[in-house]
């Protein structure tokens, strides 16, 4: 399994990540676009605009329309955009993982079958060694 270095910490990096990332996307995109709506009501009039403006900014499309006038709706605006960049990482990687996983099947399954090969040949040897040892004892 491959790790991601964070300071002190490793962390696992699987596809078993890349359900729940789209999932928190899309909930943080209705959430934003609900924030958007609130805070932006000039720029955002309707819950409908402020999905699209949300989406818009997490599939990192940019502004549709005007950018956002407040503090609040510019730090909204950024979070969504650096949230899309992170989910289009994930979801590259774990596509690009699945495509080198695939490739590595039959070599994996080789090396496994290897492996298998030696640790009963480690096995025979131990009983012969055991068998060896029983007989210079009686002797």
């Avoid at 994930?90 to 090396?111: D, G, H, I, K, N």
């Avoid at 029983?134 to 002797?139: G, H, I, V």
Wanted: no cysteine.
């Amino acid at each position: 399994m491959k790790h991601v270095v964070v300071g002190p910490r490793r962390l696992p990096i699987s596809s078993a990540w890349l359900v729940p990332v789209l999932l928190v996307a899309v909930l943080l995109v209705v959430v934003s676009a609900a924030a958007a709506t609130a805070i932006e009501t000039r720029t955002v009039d309707s819950f409908g605009r402020g999905l699209w403006w949300a989406t818009s900014l997490i599939t990192t499309v940019g502004f549709i329309g005007e950018p956002p006038e407040t503090t609040a709706g510019a730090l909204l605006s950024a979070l969504l955009m650096i949230l899309g960049f992170l989910t289009l990482a994930m979801v590259s990687a774990s596509l690009a993982a699945l495509f080198v996983r695939e490739e590595e099947m039959p070599l994996l399954e080789e090396e496994s079958s290897r492996d298998q090969e030696i640790l009963d040949l480690l096995g025979r040897l131990e009983q012969r060694l055991d068998a060896i040892e029983t007989r210079l004892r009686s002797e």
